[in-house]
């Protein structure tokens, strides 16, 4: 491989791929290809356009024209597709956009690669696919094998998207692989979601919303953990295959604010229990047994040690998340939270 089309570069996993691709394989090209919605930061990338191996092209992977473009200008041999509407509350407000972006958007990408002599597709899905599991019931975990069943607009487009690559290898012989993984945090993590927006209430001394009862249970992943695991499906993974990403971890949404608060050095008064999201999923749990056996990736970073890294990284970084919470994103923060 020497070209890598990136496509949701510019947000929250994609830009911690592009670095980390240009980190460990420094003979490769990365296009990163970009909309830049909302979520989408070119702040983000900054290093990453002083590096002679990268290119970004701000394009819409629903645009098969723009897809086409890119594809024309550059020899690629890989996509590796994070591009997607991400987040669950938004796609409750608002479904359409996630299954133009997560559905359509994907279809657009697997023709290209269709088009250009079956160029090798990689699908960042998620855990969310398989639905939720009961909190009494700790020895259960997702394997590929769980059934999709999904809760969420979000989930259901990704689930969509999912059953689109694999009929794409199928149908048209397009050498895919999809991950499914669990909650990541670390650096440049948009502060809509849980821990970025709890590190941001905290240090500017507002409440910290927590929806229902605060037990619900995540799988955290260090990022950089999934794009070590992304890069070895890439690279030795069994094409038409599906690869959970994620392993024990497990943690409440209250053990996680909790966390939070101790490393900034502030108390739990702040905790403001907020009405629950419609339809919330309870636990997410991996089973990284396929991933592990098949190519030896396992998760190298404790919570523990990945929390402390992000906390450390949002405190050093303030004028990034400052700038982003100054803009568009206040009217959406009225929206949702204003009188939850
Ligand atoms: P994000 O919202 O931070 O970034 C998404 C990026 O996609 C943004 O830069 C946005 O501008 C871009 N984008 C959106 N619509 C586009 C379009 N039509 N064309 C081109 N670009 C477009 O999301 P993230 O958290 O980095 O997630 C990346 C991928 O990983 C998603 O597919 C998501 O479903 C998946 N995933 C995320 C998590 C997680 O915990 N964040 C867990 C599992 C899977
Ligand atoms: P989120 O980061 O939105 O990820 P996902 O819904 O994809 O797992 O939310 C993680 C968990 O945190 C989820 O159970 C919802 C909860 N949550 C809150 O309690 N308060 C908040 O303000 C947010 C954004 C999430």
Partial sequence: MTTILVTGAAGFIGANFVYYLLKNRPNLRVVGFDALTYAGNLETLADAMQSPNFRFVRGDITDAAAVAQVFSEEAIDAVVNFAAESHVDRSIEDPQIFLKTNILGVQVLLDACRANGNV????????????????????????????????????????????????????????????????????????????????????????????????????????????????????KGRLGEVYNVGGHNERTNLEVVKT?????????????????????????????????????????????????????????????????????????????????
């Fill in 120 to 235: 090798r597709y990689h699908q960042v899905s998620t855990d969310e696919v398989y639905g939720d599991l009961p909190l009494d019931r700790p020895d259960l975990f997702f394997t590929e094998e769980t059934p999709i069943h999904t809760s969420s607009p979000y989930s259901a487009s990704k689930a969509a998207a999912d059953l689109l690559v694999l009929a794409y290898f199928r149908t048209f012989g397009v050498p895919v692989t999809i991950s499914r993984c669990s909650n990541n945090y670390g650096p440049y993590h948009f502060p809509e979601k849980l821990i970025p927006l709890m590190i941001a209430n905290a240090l500017e001394d507002k409440p910290l919303p927590v929806y229902g009862d605060g037990l619900n249970v995540r799988d955290w992943l260090y990022v950089e953990d999934h794009c070590k695991a992304i890069l070895a499906i890439l690279e």
């Fill in 260 to 340: 939070v608060l101790r490393l900034l050095g502030k108390g739990e008064e702040s905790i403001t229990y907020v009405r629950d999201r419609p339809g919330h999923d309870r636990r997410y749990a991996i089973d990284p047994t396929k991933i592990r056996s098949e190519l030896g990736w396992f998760p190298e970073t404790t919570f523990e040690a990945g929390m402390e890294k992000t906390v450390q990284w949002y405190l050093a970084n303030r004028p990034w998340w400052e700038h982003i919470r100054s803009g568009e994103y206040q009217a959406y923060y009225e929206k949702m939270y204003g009188n939850r």
